[in-house]
């Protein structure tokens, strides 16, 4: 799997949901590989997407197709300055990876210098789901610098709020907090989703 992620300021939040969701018509037809995708607005008007591809290859394929240049254009021309792009081909799944029907998403962007301890955290997944059993599912997407972004998925905030709340098992809060110092999160209130 292949992610990409968009980060940038947008003041026009309904613009831009309303031209995402002319995206399957204007410019996914003919996209190959695209298995779908989590959107938000944070409280600052951050847009973030967390896009989803089988392949780096079939992302690039879809770039250059004119329609969606055309569509990403559009895009641009809503959001209020540059847009941040972060490609991902190294990308792990905890419990196939989140469900369209999370009501809350959070979105965490750190550094870490040894990417396996976080995988193998999100690999135990029996564990998490006993502890934290309104977390839907994750992704991990880690870059070659090591700046990752983790996507969880959640039932529903006050949830998610609660369980933050859960003091883990003494490993697993060693690993959480070398890996989320300094991190930043973003919240998404209201995430809305696309699969192919």
């Not at 369209?100 to 990417?115: C, E, H, L, N, T």
């Not at 955290?121 to 839907?136: A, C, F, K, N």
């Not at 690993?175 to 999160?185: E, K, R, Y």
Request: glycine content about 10%.
């Amino acid at each position: 799997m292949f992610i990409q992620i968009i980060e940038g300021k947008c003041t026009r939040q309904d613009e831009l949901r309303e031209l995402a969701s002319k995206w399957r018509d204007e410019a996914g037809r003919g996209a190959v590989g695209w298995l779908g995708g989590t959107y938000g607005f944070t409280d600052d008007d951050r847009f973030v997407g967390v896009v989803r591809f089988e392949s780096r290859e079939a992302a690039e394929a879809n770039s250059r197709r004119p329609e969606q240049s055309q569509w990403a254009e559009k895009m641009m021309a809503i959001m209020d300055g540059p847009v941040e792009f972060h490609d991902c081909n190294d990308v792990t799944l905890m419990m196939d990876g989140g469900s369209d029907s999370a009501g809350f998403v959070q979105i965490i962007r750190g550094r870490i210098d040894d990417p396996s301890k976080l995988k193998e955290l999100m690999g135990d997944t029996d564990m998490l789901h006993e502890m934290r059993p309104e977390i839907l599912g994750a992704t991990l997407a880690i870059e070659e610098d090591g700046t990752f972004t983790e996507t969880i998925a959640f039932t529903d905030e006050a949830s998610a709020r609660k369980g933050e709340r859960l003091e883990p098992p003494e490993e697993v809060r060693s690993v959480l907090d070398s890996v989320m110092a300094g991190a930043t999160f973003y919240d998404l209130h209201h995430p809305w989703f696309e699969s192919a």
